[in-house]
Structures are given as C-alpha cells and as structure tokens.
C-alpha cells in the first residue's frame, strides 16, 4: 500500500481492496487488474475469492486485512444489511480505516445507511462514497461483460480523486452531489425497471390470454421488451437443485437454512424484491408519491412466492433462471389458476 503523506493523504491509489466477490465483484477484478491495480479480496465464500484469484487479484483473509492493505475499499454487496455487518462486524472495515483511505460502497445501500458510514468515516478523516451502477445504461457490452454506468454521492473532491477507478469499473459515471445521491439515482433506475416489467407481463399476457400473439405485436410495435416476458417458458426446478442436493452438514457453507420444520434445506428467499422495497423506504421518508412503484414491488412479492410454492424452494439472490420471466409466469397463473395448480400438483407428486 503507498504509505501516506504528512497531511494524511495518499500520493497515489494502487491498491484497491475489494470486500464482496459475486457476480458484480468479479467483473470488478476484472476490469481493476486490466487497469492495473493490484486488487485484494475478501468474501466469505472462498470458492468466490478463489474465482477473483484466478482473475489476478489476492486473497485476504477477512474485510479488515483486506482494508489494512488498501488504498481503497470497494464494497459489493447485495444488501444493506450485508453492509453493516461487514463495516462494523467481527474483522470489519471500520476499526481497521487509517487516515488517508477511502471507501466506495457499490451495492444497493439506502441514503440514510451512506450517511450514517460516511460520518463514521469523517470522524477517522477517511472518505466515503456511495456509487449506485445498472449494466443497462449506455455503452455495448463485450460478450458477457457488462458496461456499468455509475452514479456517485458524496464529496467532490472525494470524486475526483476516484476518477481514476470509476473509468476503470465503469463505460461512464457521473457526479449527482449530496451522501446518499448516488443509491436516490440507483433506485430510480430500480423504480423504472420494476415499473416497466410489471407493465410488460401484464400486457403480453393479456394479448396471450385473448388469443393474440404477443410476439407479433412486440415485432410490430418494435416495443423494447424482453423475449422472455413475450414468450416465457414455464418454470422448472433448474436452479433449484442445490438446495436438496446439499449433504449433511454444509447447509450452512452453501448459504441455505432449514425451515422452520426442520425437515428440508431451503435455499434464503430471493431478494430480486430488495431493491424495490429499499425504494418505497425512501419515498416514504421523503413523502412521494409512487403508487406504480407499490404496484410493481407487489407484483414481485407475489411472483416470488408463487415460485417458491412451484417449485417448493426459495428462491436464490440473483437466480438469473428465474428473474424476469417469472413475473409473466404469475400473471399466467392467475389467469388459468386450474392449469398452472394441476402442474404445481403434478410436479409435486413426481418429486416424491
């Protein structure tokens, strides 16, 4: 790590110490060894840190060595709940920030949890940014690899001296002020997405139900929906087998829990919801106005639970074979509720 300057300031930023290695974390490396910075990792799945090890970064052992070896700390994580444990728990972040760092938190943090961190990090004379992200704003993706857009809150000049490391994550970032205005920005862009899906499902299925092609009108129209809301496969238990095929033991090493009977591993219940729960927090707090938001995060309430009563699991964070077309797949069960219930039944009496 460069050391610091008298005036507690780093002359440089060559190390980046990266606590979170899913999905989002492993492009991170990526894109942070390609630049090249020298990228120390930390995740409590060591099956993940090995992954980020392949892509050239180091291992650490836990959030605060990865922190003590850091210029800067990069958050990517999926929860706000996630967050504080990782700032304030055992090893955590906070109690190993020395004057000079900075920490980023990229995951989808509400703006009171950013204000709260971001005081606590002024009182070590550390910086703190928040920097919301979608893959789905401009610039082409490479194959698999996305093209974030990033929108950061905090401090200018905090900013400007991450300038460097926001080129390198994302196709383009941009400043919007205040602690806290770069998750506002995210969960705007959640707000739309949820809002958009809704709409999408309810109208493909209408069009299905009322013998109409939807694909057909979508080609049409040259509307910007998904094929998979047009024409969606129904759900199977694809993605699902890890939670019964788990061996005695190491439910918890593969993040599942045993429901309240005890009698099967389940995996946790989804969090495609989070994001639009987080936003509804926020406009609450704020006195919004957002009753197509609440009709959206509702939607995907009851989406989840008729695929987890489908295929008799919970759902797993990011579960890329589920969200979106599950969303279409409820509205077909509400309207042929006999047809998708004999399947469900049917489904069940295979499984045993």
Known sequence: MTPATENGTYDAIDTVGLVGAGRVGQWFVTKLVRAGYDVVVSDVDAEAVADAVDRGARAAEHPADATARSNVVLLALPTREAVEAVMEGDDGVLDSLDAGQTVVDTGTTTPDVDVHYHGRCRDREVGYVDCGLTRHGPGP?????????????????????????????????????????????????????????????????????????????????????????????????????????????????????????????????????KDTEYALDVARASNSYVPLLTAAHQTRLLAENYGAALADHDLAFGDEAWQPFHLRSFYRALCRPQEEWRRLGRWNREES
Not at 147 to 168: C, K, M, N, S
Not at 177 to 182: H, K, S
Not at 239 to 266: K, L
């Open 141 to 273: 993706t490479d194959g698999d690899e996305p093209a974030y857009t990033l929108f950061v809150g905090g401090e200018r000049e905090t900013y400007q001296r991450l300038t460097p490391i926001f080129d390198a994550l994302g196709h383009t970032h941009e400043f919007f002020g205040g602690v806290g205005n770069g998750h506002v920005v995210k969960l705007g862009v959640v707000l739309r997405a949820s809002i958009r899906a809704a709409m999408a499902a309810e109208v493909c299925t209408f069009l299905s139900q009322n013998g109409v092609d939807p694909e057909r009108v979508v080609d049409l129209l040259e509307w910007d929906v998904p094929s998979v809301y047009v024409d969606p496969p129904y759900s199977t238990n694809r993605g699902f087998e890890r939670a019964v095929e788990t061996d005695e033991g190491e439910t918890e090493g593969r993040r599942v829990r045993v429901d309240e009977s005890g009698a099967r591993p389940r995996l946790r219940t989804s969090s495609w919801a």
